[in-house]
């Protein structure tokens, strides 16, 4: 417990989108049983006293500075117009907003994600280890964890009308190879293993060289 506490405080200093992440994870532990439990147990409130403790000195200064860093945040996410839409869209600010926002947001974070799927295509076809099982709390874990933080962010973009930067989601998605895995649960042949390896190198040199080709 004392762990998560600092770790999950550094990581909100490291970064506030931090919370996103969480959001999934304080749901789990309202919703579930085994997450109800652990509001029974004295080391979930040392982790809270331990993250609030780490942030307070950050929560002091931006008191102090007119909560600078959420407010630029807040202003990211404004309201510019999507290049390429029709003309006729910028009458109807809330379509764009509410629509528009939600669709280029679902379709960049599709894009980002694809190199991991074709990665992972060899887990994909392959047939399920029937002596890998998880209990339904673990599955809920790992789903959540994996999926639950860009769902956040969709679902303030539909009912706010904000405007979520690609660059901002694709960190959320750092846990979707671990949910795929648990979900298809592969028998993974050394065959595999190998396309496994051979594809995480194919992309690792392709990202770096279109984006060299780009920047030129």
């Given at each position: 417990w004392i762990l998560l506490g600092l770790v999950t405080g550094l990581a909100c200093m490291a970064k506030y989108e931090t919370a996103v992440i969480l959001l999934p994870m304080i749901y789990?532990?309202?919703a579930t049983e085994q997450g109800r439990a652990a509001w029974r147990?004295?080391?979930i409130y040392l982790s809270l006293a331990i993250v609030t403790a780490v942030c307070l000195p950050n929560l002091i200064w931006l008191y102090h500075n007119q909560w600078i860093a959420i407010t630029y945040a807040f202003a990211r996410v404004g309201n510019p117009h999507i290049?390429?839409?029709?003309h006729w869209v910028q009458h109807f600010p809330w379509f764009e907003h509410h629509f528009a926002y939600p669709l280029k947001y679902i379709i960049e974070q599709l894009g980002a994600i694809l190199p991991a799927l074709i990665?992972?295509?060899p887990v994909f076809t392959a047939k399920q280890d029937e002596t890998i099982s998880l209990s339904s709390f673990q599955k809920k874990y790992v789903h959540a964890l994996a999926w639950g933080p860009a769902l956040v962010?969709?679902?303030l973009s539909i009912i706010l009308g904000m405007r979520i930067y690609s660059m901002w989601g694709v960190p959320l998605f750092m846990?979707?190879?671990v949910s795929l895995v648990a979900w298809q649960r592969p028998l993974l042949t050394r065959a595999r293993i190998v396309c496994l390896?051979?594809?995480t190198a194919f992309f690792m040199i392709l990202a770096p060289t279109v984006r060299a080709y780009d920047v030129v």
């Open positions: 789990l532990l309202c147990s004295k080391g290049k390429g839409l029709p990665i992972l295509l962010c969709l679902a846990g979707v190879g390896v051979l594809l």
